[in-house]
């Protein structure tokens, strides 16, 4: 499986304009982390609200560049009840960042393709 759906990824450049698209990469990787970050926070203090809207952001922010795993593992937890997450939570959180690293990297070669 491709880290960057190419379909979805040429409807966005098509949408938004290719000239738009580094604009839009670059605001994706430093609001990433920053989700990421608001993730772990959330994780740590327990708070389910802010858990399942940074989880939300995550899964919003990599659907519009087809990032479909990435997506998808931050739907999985926006959906899940931290509480139901239990001790596997961090190792989601952790999943997700490495998934994050992989799409990172895909939309960089994209950027300066």
Same mark, same amino acid.
């Given at each position: 499986? *491709?880290?960057? !759906?190419?379909?979805?990824?040429? &409807?966005?450049?098509?949408? $938004?304009?290719?000239?738009?698209?580094?604009?839009?990469? !670059?605001?994706?990787?430093?609001?990433?982390?920053?989700?990421?970050?608001?993730?772990?926070? &959330?994780?740590?203090?327990?708070?389910?609200?802010?858990? /399942? /809207?940074?989880? +939300?952001?995550?899964?919003?922010?990599?659907?519009?560049?087809?990032? *479909?795993?990435?997506?998808?593992? $931050?739907?999985?937890?926006? +959906? *899940?009840?931290?509480?139901?997450?239990?001790? &596997?939570?961090? &190792?989601?959180?952790?999943?997700? *960042?490495?998934?994050?690293?992989?799409?990172?990297?895909?939309?960089?070669?994209?950027? +300066? $393709?």
């Amino acid at each position: 499986m *491709t880290v960057i !759906d190419d379909e979805v990824f040429a &409807a966005l450049v098509d949408s $938004a304009g290719a000239d738009f698209i580094p604009e839009l990469i !670059d605001s994706f990787l430093e609001d990433a982390p920053q989700g990421l970050a608001a993730l772990r926070s &959330a994780l740590d203090a327990g708070d389910a609200v802010a858990f /399942r /809207r940074a989880a +939300h952001s995550l899964k919003s922010n990599g659907s519009t560049f087809g990032a *479909t795993a990435f997506a998808e593992s $931050a739907r999985a937890l926006e +959906h *899940t009840p931290l509480e139901a997450l239990g001790d &596997a939570a961090l &190792a989601q959180v952790e999943a997700l *960042t490495a998934a994050y690293d992989a799409v990172a990297a895909a939309l960089k070669e994209r950027r +300066h $393709a």
